[in-house]
């Protein structure tokens, strides 16, 4: 059993110390920029911590569809099974299987969603329409 602070809160704590505490006496411009780098950074597993393993799940879902994963059944990590998900897809995009046809237009529509999934967690205030 985990107690508190979470992890989110540990994050959130030092982000707001960096950006409220440190950043604002840095006088180096590459120190300063580093750090608002590692502010994002923060921001970032922060968000992810948020979003667990749903982005995974839902990226698995459509890799399933697309014919090239299997769903890991309840309790198992899905990060491994993503990973084999995605090599077998590039592979089949390698062969030439999503040049043309309904694949193509899948697997397209397949990425453009990881993209959104992933800008929403990289870059929030990122236009998405």
């Given at each position: 059993?985990?107690s ?18 440190v ?17 994002h ?9 948020l ?48 040049d ?14 990881t ?9 929030p205030?990122?236009?998405?329409s």
């Amino acid at each position: 059993m985990h107690s508190r602070p979470s992890a989110s809160e540990l994050i959130e704590a030092v982000r707001e110390h960096l950006t409220g505490e440190v950043i604002p006496l840095v006088e180096d411009p590459r120190v300063r920029f580093q750090t608002r780098v590692a502010v994002h950074v923060l921001s970032i597993v922060e968000r992810e911590l948020l979003a667990g393993e749903w982005p995974t799940r839902e990226a698995l879902a459509r890799l399933h569809d697309l014919g090239v994963a299997e769903i890991p059944g309840p309790g198992v990590v899905p990060e491994a099974s993503w990973r084999a998900a995605e090599e077998a897809l590039c592979v089949r995009i390698r062969t030439g299987d999503a040049d043309q046809g309904p694949f193509r237009e899948e697997v397209l529509d397949h990425v453009r969603q990881t993209l959104k999934e992933r800008l929403r967690v990289g870059s929030p205030d990122f236009p998405l329409s």
